[in-house]
């Protein structure tokens, strides 16, 4: 009998063309620092490249794996560059690699408990093992009223918590009823976007979130946040909702925990601690004291896949009352009832997110936590902020450089003394140097450039370098006629 057609990849050719993935994947890491940290192309530049109509015949995987050289390449700025210091790390691990791999390669929908048990029951293990490793309260553990779960971003974290909250404040009628006006909330005006993206997706508007005056380091001041809340409720509003960051995206600033929970307690409003990137810092002891007060939070959220070498997409979502956010967020459809849901004694995390798929992520979580250890974690993200600490003092002590604010952990804000266009000057031509890349802000109306420290490779070497170029790019700029003045 003729064997039936058939196009998918063989055994064999997955096993060659995976050995040669790894092995790309490997030289890649190896090679990284020869390539622009930024990528180079202009827009359109990597479309142009590509057949305008997919082939009607499969290709082989050789041909596609050059074209990843030739075309993908050039148009990839290189997140896991040393030399990268731009916004935030997104930094990757080898178990952090692997896991996803194995995510993929069992290919499970982890959507309730019974489509995958370990899926379910391995990712709220992890969650509870990073509430003893950044010592977060009791409260967020899956043995008591709250718990855990993996999300993507942090920003669907910080979405579900403001939806949580909409419920919670109007009796867990607005899921099904429709938005009753006059619910308010309050950040600071350094609080990241993802708050107000998720204040017009949650359909209270993104003008209904009051933003709070700030103190000279960028933190919120309590003072301002008890005055507003205060004045808003003598005009007939409601407030339901108030989120710290720890620290801003900005500018690292931390937002004080406990005066601001101090403050939604006496008002009944639902407290969610936004750490996306500095939570990593909790893992050691001594960078604890951000976190006074976190008690008082009802959610918090931090990015394993920002600063913990777990690859993204990997975000941990924590709540204190878990039934505030599933009655929020459940939805049970016929064809998803099965015997171990109703019988309430597992977790069916669909409940706890925006999408009903979800993917194993918790495996490379759980890869990196065994393959560092507490201890190898500790050490790197230790060496991350002792670097931006020297990093801050060779600032502090040039002259032609400022501090903008203290920088309490991995990411330092600083600036050119010679204003504005100068430091617009000299970001751009170092990121076109392709030797590293740097973002900025704007503080205090004032352009910022931000240096921030948490690629897995980065060393002494890589920080020494980039401050070396600074102070060479500014030095040119200032033999340059157009800088003639400074
Ligand atoms: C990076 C960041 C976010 C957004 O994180 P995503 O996972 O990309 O959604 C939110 N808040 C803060 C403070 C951040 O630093």
Same mark, same amino acid.
């Given at each position: 009998?003729?064997?039936?057609?058939?196009?998918?990849?063989?055994?064999?050719?997955?096993?060659?063309?995976?050995?040669?993935?790894?092995?790309?994947?490997?030289?890649?890491?190896?090679?990284?620092?020869?390539?622009?940290?930024?990528?180079?192309?202009?827009?359109?530049?990597?479309?142009?490249?590509?057949?305008?109509?997919?082939?009607?015949?499969?290709?082989?995987?050789?041909?596609?794996?050059?074209?990843?050289?030739?075309?993908?390449?050039?148009?990839?700025?290189?997140?896991?560059?040393?030399?990268?210091?731009?916004?935030?790390?997104?930094?990757?691990?080898?178990?952090?690699?692997?896991?996803?791999?194995?995510?993929?390669?069992?290919?499970?929908?982890?959507?309730?408990?019974?489509?995958?048990?370990?899926?379910?029951?391995?990712?709220?293990?992890?969650?509870?093992?990073?509430?003893?490793?950044?010592?977060?309260?009791?409260?967020?553990?899956?043995?008591?009223?709250?718990?855990?779960?993996?999300?993507?971003?942090?920003?669907?974290?910080?979405?579900?918590?403001?939806?949580?909250?909409?419920?919670?404040?109007?009796?867990?009628?607005?899921?099904?009823?429709?938005?009753?006006?006059?619910?308010?909330?309050?950040?600071?005006?350094?609080?990241?976007?993802?708050?107000?993206?998720?204040?017009?997706?949650?359909?209270?508007?993104?003008?209904?979130?009051?933003?709070?005056?700030?103190?000279?380091?960028?933190?919120?001041?309590?003072?301002?946040?008890?005055?507003?809340?205060?004045?808003?409720?003598?005009?007939?509003?409601?407030?339901?909702?108030?989120?710290?960051?720890?620290?801003?995206?900005?500018?690292?600033?931390? %937002?004080?925990?406990? &005066?601001? $929970?101090?403050?939604? /307690? @006496?008002?009944? !409003? *639902? +407290?969610?601690?936004?750490?996306?990137?500095?939570?990593?810092?909790?893992?050691?002891?001594?960078?604890?004291?951000?976190?006074?007060?976190?008690?008082?939070?009802?959610?918090?959220?931090?990015?394993?896949?920002?600063?913990?070498?777990?690859?993204?997409?990997?975000?941990?979502?924590?709540?204190?009352?878990?039934?505030?956010?599933?009655?929020?967020?459940?939805?049970?459809?016929?064809?998803?009832?099965?015997?171990?849901?109703?019988?309430?004694?597992?977790?069916?995390?669909? %409940?706890?997110?925006? &999408?009903? $798929?979800?993917?194993? /992520? @918790?495996?490379? !979580? *759980? +890869?990196?936590?065994?393959?560092?250890?507490?201890?190898?974690?500790?050490?790197?993200?230790?060496?991350?902020?002792?670097?931006?600490?020297?990093?801050?003092?060779?600032?502090?002590?040039?002259?032609?450089?400022?501090?903008?604010?203290?920088?309490?952990?991995?990411?330092?804000?600083?600036?050119?003394?010679?204003?504005?266009?100068?430091?617009?000057?000299?970001?751009?031509?170092?990121?076109?140097?392709?030797?590293?890349?740097?973002?900025?802000?704007?503080?205090?109306?004032?352009?910022?450039?931000?240096?921030?420290?948490?690629?897995?490779?980065?060393?002494?070497?890589?920080?020494?370098?980039?401050?070396?170029?600074?102070?060479?790019?500014?030095?040119?700029?200032?033999?340059?006629?157009?800088?003639?003045?400074?």
């Amino acid at each position: 009998m003729a064997q039936e057609q058939n196009f998918h990849m063989s055994a064999e050719e997955l096993r060659r063309a995976g050995y040669a993935m790894i092995d790309w994947i490997i030289d890649y890491h190896e090679r990284i620092e020869d390539y622009p940290v930024l990528s180079q192309v202009a827009p359109g530049d990597v479309r142009t490249q590509l057949p305008a109509t997919p082939p009607q015949q499969g290709e082989s995987f050789d041909v596609v794996m050059a074209d990843v050289e030739r075309i993908i390449l050039p148009g990839v700025t290189h997140w896991q560059s040393p030399d990268f210091f731009a916004f935030f790390p997104a930094n990757v691990s080898g178990p952090g690699i692997l896991g996803d791999l194995l995510s993929s390669g069992l290919g499970v929908q982890g959507m309730i408990w019974a489509t995958s048990p370990a899926c379910t029951e391995l990712e709220t293990h992890m969650m509870d093992w990073l509430v003893a490793m950044l010592g977060l309260p009791q409260q967020f553990l899956s043995s008591t009223a709250g718990g855990g779960v993996i999300q993507d971003s942090a920003s669907s974290a910080t979405l579900c918590a403001l939806i949580a909250a909409r419920e919670r404040a109007t009796r867990f009628r607005t899921r099904d009823q429709g938005l009753e006006s006059g619910l308010v909330a309050y950040a600071s005006s350094q609080a990241h976007s993802s708050l107000a993206k998720a204040m017009m997706v949650a359909g209270i508007g993104r003008n209904n979130l009051h933003l709070v005056a700030v103190d000279d380091q960028f933190a919120l001041r309590p003072d301002a946040l008890a005055a507003r809340i205060a004045r808003d409720k003598a005009a007939g509003l409601t407030p339901f909702f108030v989120m710290a960051n720890v620290g801003t995206t900005s500018s690292g600033a931390l %937002d004080p925990i406990r &005066p601001m $929970g101090e403050i939604c /307690r @006496a008002h009944d !409003l *639902w +407290f969610h601690v936004d750490a996306a990137m500095h939570g990593s810092a909790a893992i050691c002891p001594e960078f604890r004291a951000m976190h006074d007060g976190v008690e008082l939070a009802d959610s918090y959220t931090f990015n394993p896949h920002k600063w913990l070498f777990t690859n993204f997409d990997c975000n941990a979502f924590f709540v204190a009352d878990r039934a505030a956010l599933i009655n929020a967020l459940s939805i049970s459809p016929e064809y998803l009832r099965n015997a171990a849901t109703e019988s309430g004694a597992v977790i069916d995390y669909r %409940d706890w997110q925006i &999408p009903l $798929g979800r993917r194993f /992520r @918790a495996l490379k !979580l *759980w +890869f990196v936590i065994r393959h560092y250890g507490v201890a190898g974690l500790q050490h790197h993200i230790r060496q991350h902020v002792a670097l931006a600490q020297e990093f801050a003092a060779w600032v502090a002590a040039d002259s032609n450089f400022e501090l903008v604010v203290t920088a309490p952990l991995n990411l330092v804000c600083f600036r050119h003394v010679g204003g504005d266009a100068v430091n617009q000057a000299l970001l751009e031509r170092l990121n076109a140097t392709g030797a590293l890349y740097l973002t900025h802000t704007r503080l205090a109306d004032q352009l910022v450039l931000r240096m921030s420290i948490g690629q897995a490779k980065t060393k002494r070497r890589h920080v020494l370098q980039a401050w070396a170029l600074i102070k060479q790019i500014s030095a040119e700029l200032r033999q340059s006629s157009q800088y003639a003045n400074l």
